[in-house]
């Protein structure tokens, strides 16, 4: 059995701490490592790391290869979307790429970012749906409801089949309900959540494209035609120009509404397990340890007479007095108060964010790269300071700047430094001034980390004022 994981959400409703450039997957929300390394973690027993694949966006796929690289996944198994298109397309791409590999093969769909707390009881499930997906059925699994959900889709179970002790047909797919249709549901019975996960061969979901979305069934094997390898640090698999055009075409549809609504060959399989799709803010109250009051705070929070409240925040203390049923977000550029009863509507508020240009929607002040990551320290007309991270071996591009001169203070470990046409060493507590317009490039060539502080003067101080002449990462 392969395993595909959808990586290429965007985490909208965990703003303030999810953002466009650092999705909710990438982050570090619940358990001991991000939503994707707990994800694989959790698939290893069953399934091995040289039969999982992941398909992110590509602006995403560097640090999911780093984020994964630990658990054995190899590079070359990550699909890199030059832009999303949900669900159908993804998966359809995926399952022509291990087509080649062996079309008879079950292949098992995973969202990248859910907490399931029971995974011996999960990998249990998925066994029996291979069973039944090598049958040539399209295996959904359906979470058995705890509460009258209006934010996940719901199925409607049908008839045993035949031969199958745990799958049964399906009699409809619910789009999510208002509150008095959920509780409906519940009160009648035979109803389940829509949790995402799915089971079939490999050759059944290219036939069922084939049936009910032949525009992307046409166009699959053009665009696996081109996906190339990346040739730097991590080889993972994306798309030439003409394959990102062709992929760039495609309609924006989801598994579910584009194949699995319309298809006569899905079956579900009940899921008993603990399960979230931790999406939104509220979420962590189901799957985090609560106080006696039925808080959720991280370590920073001091709180008097708070119940029912959802505090988080990274260095700075929190204190809060008599809130309840409330979710604070607090981020060094962004803060975020909220009605518990309204952490859905979190991505309406960001939408209203990205009509106003706001940069908080895509970037935190902590920005990841290939080479490391920088943090900026303060921002003002004229100046900008940062602290640049530069991970062991790692280097940043050969740039120039027409609008800022830069000065560079070494905090810990050691630079060397292209400026034009010398090579400098730089040590803790040295400094260089890199004048405008000069060619620069920086790197660290030891096996500690180096930090360094930059402080950019002049008239424009953004990301935009950066040309490029060489880069390890294909960024020129």
């Given at each position: ?124 499930i998925l066994r029996r ?155 962590l109250q189901e799957v ?189």
């Amino acid at each position: 059995m392969f395993g595909v994981i959808l990586a290429g959400g965007s985490g909208t409703r965990f703003w303030p701490k999810s953002r466009e450039q650092s999705p909710k997957q990438l982050l570090r929300i619940v358990g001991p490592g991000t939503m994707i390394q707990n994800t694989v973690e959790r698939l290893l027993p069953l399934i091995p790391a040289d039969k999982i694949f992941m398909v992110t966006h590509a602006l995403h796929a560097f640090e999911t290869c780093r984020q994964t690289k630990t658990f054995g996944v190899p590079p070359s198994q990550l699909l890199a979307e030059p832009v999303a298109k949900n669900t159908a397309a993804a998966i359809g791409f995926a399952a022509k790429v291990l087509h080649e590999k062996d079309p008879d093969a079950v292949m098992a769909v995973f969202p990248a970012d859910h907490v399931i707390k029971n995974p011996e009881a999960f990998h249990e499930i998925l066994r029996r749906g291979e069973e039944v997906a090598a049958k040539g059925f399209l295996v959904t699994l359906g979470i058995q409801p705890t509460r009258a959900e209006q934010g996940y889709g719901y199925i409607k179970q049908g008839q045993a089949l035949e031969d199958s002790e745990v799958a049964f047909k399906v009699e409809r797919f619910i789009e999510k309900p208002d509150a008095a249709t959920a509780k409906k549901f519940i009160d009648e019975g035979g109803y389940f959540w829509n949790c995402g996960v799915f089971l079939w061969k490999v050759s059944t979901i290219l036939e069922e494209i084939q049936i009910h979305l032949p525009d992307l069934y046409e166009k699959l094997s053009a665009i696996v035609s081109h996906t190339i390898e990346n040739n730097r640090k991590y080889p993972y698999r994306l798309l030439d120009s003409e394959g990102a055009k062709i992929y760039g075409s495609l309609a924006s549809i989801s598994i579910d509404y584009g194949v699995l609504e319309k298809s006569k060959r899905v079956a579900l399989i009940p899921a008993k397990i603990q399960w979230s799709d931790v999406g939104a803010w509220d979420a962590l109250q189901e799957v985090a340890e609560k106080d006696a009051h039925g808080n959720v705070f991280t370590e920073n929070v001091t709180a008097l007479d708070c119940s029912g409240s959802i505090i988080q925040g990274e260095e700075r203390i929190i204190a809060a007095v008599g809130l309840k049923d409330l979710i604070v977000v607090d981020t060094p550029d962004a803060l975020l108060v909220c009605n518990k009863n309204k952490a859905q509507e979190v991505k309406q508020l960001v939408n209203q964010l990205k009509e106003k240009n706001r940069p908080e929607v895509k970037l935190g002040v902590t920005v990841q790269k290939p080479w490391g990551s920088y943090t900026v320290l303060e921002k003002r007309d004229g100046y900008l300071v940062k602290r640049i991270d530069v991970n062991s071996g790692e280097r940043l591009s050969l740039q120039s700047h027409n609008h800022r001169n830069e000065h560079w203070t070494v905090v810990s470990g050691t630079a060397l430094v292209d400026l034009d046409d010398n090579q400098i060493i730089l040590k803790e507590n040295e400094s260089l001034f890199i004048p405008l317009k000069s060619k620069h490039r920086l790197a660290n060539p030891h096996g500690t980390p180096l930090i360094l502080i930059e402080v950019q003067i002049g008239d424009k101080v953004d990301e935009d004022d950066l040309i490029r002449y060489k880069d390890d990462y294909d960024r020129c």
